[in-house]
């Protein structure tokens, strides 16, 4: 078990033995004002070759500029000024892709279940086991890692969507709720035509094959909070 004053798996000799290993691509963010959880967690950490951050305090943590990959927090229940669930409700407003571990030697059921319901990996109790720990943190960073991925797919369907111009976004719009050229020509006021070669343009930049390709993305944007609900057709 991870103690104060020591980390590590003892060998037959009496000595630290930690097979060293990557966890998951990622950076592990250590939040903890207990400087010995800090030391002996990234030591472990780092045994496995991941790399780790150290904050002392969630405003020093706060005050931290970011990169935008995969990351995870390892994240103390109770500190002062700022708590542990209070740093994970500010979190969950500016990011979507940090997951976090809660870490705790006070926690009670209340404060567990508020953590697991707002979307913590796990909800470690001190002291634990190094193989929780590498378990926990190697969930929050695939975890995150997955969520990386959704977040630049959907930059990426939104650069692409704003390559249109407005009218081909228009167009575009009512081509994902199924409506035929005619219909969105009768809407415009626009010889169907024309709506038929907006229609190809909005295709052709999209780099769609199919009307389903142009459904999916409009959904995707939409699901995302990049675009509105479609209108109710009448």
């Known amino acids: 078990m991870i103690q104060e004053f020591s980390l590590g798996l003892g060998n037959a000799n009496g000595g630290i033995f930690v097979e060293s290993q990557s966890i998951t691509e990622g950076t592990v963010h250590i939040v903890d004002d207990d400087p010995s ?42 500190m002062p000024e700022i708590n542990g669930l209070d740093l994970q409700q500010l979190l969950s407003q500016v990011s979507e892709t940090l997951s976090i571990v809660f870490i705790s030697g ?24 190094e193989s929780q720990l590498l378990a926990a943190v190697g969930t929050a960073l695939a975890r995150s890692q997955e969520a990386c ?55 052709q930049k999209l780099g769609a094959q199919s009307i389903t390709d142009v459904v999916r993305l409009v959904e995707r944007l939409r699901t995302g909070g990049h675009l509105p609900p479609p209108p109710r057709l009448s």
């Open 149 to 203: 991925i959704r977040r630049d797919a959907l930059n990426r369907d939104r650069a692409i969507f704003e390559t249109l111009t407005r009218r081909e976004r228009e167009v575009c719009l009512r081509v994902a709720q199924g409506m035929l050229n005619k219909q969105i020509g009768g809407e415009f006021g626009t010889a169907e035509k024309t709506i038929k070669v907006q229609r190809g343009r909005v295709m």
């Open 37 to 78: 959880i800090c030391r002996a967690v990234s030591r472990l950490l780092r045994s496995h070759n991941q790399l780790v951050q150290v904050y002392a305090s969630a405003r020093e943590f706060l005050d931290k500029q970011l990169d935008p990959g995969p990351a995870c927090v390892v994240l103390d229940l109770q």
């Open 106 to 129: 006070h926690a009670d059921i209340p404060d567990t279940v508020r953590a697991m319901k707002a979307g913590a990996v796990d909800f470690l109790t001190k002291p634990f086991d």
